[in-house]
């Protein structure tokens, strides 16, 4: 069947990326064409996009947007690599600044987004069947296409999808702020009971409640938000919606992150050369002042500093896991207090913990490469995307048993000998710890570890599989 989808969302990587949500809109896209969509994307076009992105654009036109009682601006851009084709709508006002979330009118910039992703697409060469938006920024496309646009015999057919990235970012604003610039009819949408939320509008839920279907990104995650408390005030809703809701999980970019091609990596390598595993290792271990020694178990860690991603466990084990005789090495930016208390202690212990307080691509990959293990320790985790990565590069997922966590990582076994990482369940460092002691008596088992390397290697997460099922979600709307 020819389908055809616009992805809109807030980030997609190579343009810009905060986080796992970028990885997926850009890496989608490319999956589905290779199955035979057409895929194409929509973003903002944001300041912080690179000069070398920018400058391959091509300018299309431009309309205006209402939004309440304002008309605003917006500018088509359009640039085509590697056979797919992104859209970047232009305002100055909106998207002309450092940063791409977080201002105070985050509100008016993403309905202004929505609006004018609705507005754009009668001007477009390409007539979509279906518009699959991704977390809160999107959320109100189902609402203004049901109560602006179906009526239209440009809209009749769209039909939407809604992603659930994260439930803990909703986009909460004010509701007759909302009213105002989403042109809502009060009585039927803004008082809704779907869009009420505690007398403010959300985003998030606007979305689950008028999308057609709705996805998150693994099918532990989906159990936990239909719940009351994983669903943080949406469980309910989300429950009812039990049906249209699937869970899929994510897969990663396999030609991104190849350890037999990767030239950011000092030596690539293959499950054929381990050893070259080792060279990445002595070679970080230098760059970073650690000892030099490929005994010496090394923990990788790139992730945002916050709490949801288990930092408070690894802060207050420290002593104790460096104690282990373990090196740690974390690259990543977040919380003033997590980088604040990592900076100092490895200034206590520079020969073991490299904290690296920055985002730098090629590090990342580097210590991907380089570490026996990766440490993820998450309090919540949708899905993940750095447990995928480790096995990639053939380096031992520890995690906690959570969302995504849980369907990705199969724990070490030592009957059957299968197994690509280890795991533990309850949210403390003792129990981490537990989960690492374990790891570093398998890793003295020298043949039970290389075949561990082995099968995480061999572990399939590219996009193939999780593609197809998100064409099968499709199909059930055309
Ligand atoms: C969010 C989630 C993460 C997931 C990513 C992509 O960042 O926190 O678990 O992998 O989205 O879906």
Known sequence: ????????????????????????????????????????????????????????????????????????????????????TYYFLDNEYYFKRRGIYGFGDDAERFAFFCRAVLEVLPKLSFKPDILHCHDWHTGVVP?????????QPEYEHLKTVLTIHNICYQGVFEKNLLADLLDLDKTQYLDHPDLNFYGNTNFLKAGIAFADLLTTVSPSYLEEIVTGRGGLALGELLSSRRQELHGIVNGIDYEMYNPATDKAIDVQYTTQSPEHKITNKRNLQQKLGLIVDSDIPLIGMVSRLVGEKGFELVAAGIERLLGLGVELVILGTGEERYENFFRSTADHYPKQLSANIYFDNVLAHQIYAA???YLMPSLNEPCGLSQLIALRYGTIPIVRETGGLKDTITPYNEYTGEGNGLS???????????AINQALSLRRERTVWLEMVESAMETDNSWGRSANQYLKVYDRLL
Do not use: N
């Not at 431009?62 to 640039?79: D, E």
């Not at 049901?146 to 009526?151: D, E, S």
């Open 1 to 84: 069947m020819l389908r055809s989808v616009l992805i809109v969302a807030a980030e997609a990587v190579p343009f810009i990326k905060t986080g796992g949500l970028g990885d997926v809109a850009g890496s989608l896209p490319k999956e589905l064409k290779k199955q035979g969509t057409d895929a194409r994307i929509v973003l903002p076009k944001y300041h912080d996009i690179p000069k070398y992105w920018q400058e391959k654009m091509t300018f299309l036109g431009h309309i205006t947007v209402p939004l309440g009682w304002r008309r605003q601006y917006c500018g088509l851009f359009m640039l085509e690599e590697a056979q797919i």
């Open 424 to 434: 533990f369940t309850s949210y403390t460092s003792e129990a981490m710890l537990k």
């Open 371 to 373: 570490s026996d293990i």
């Open 143 to 151: 609402v203004l296409l049901k109560a602006h646009y179906q009526q």
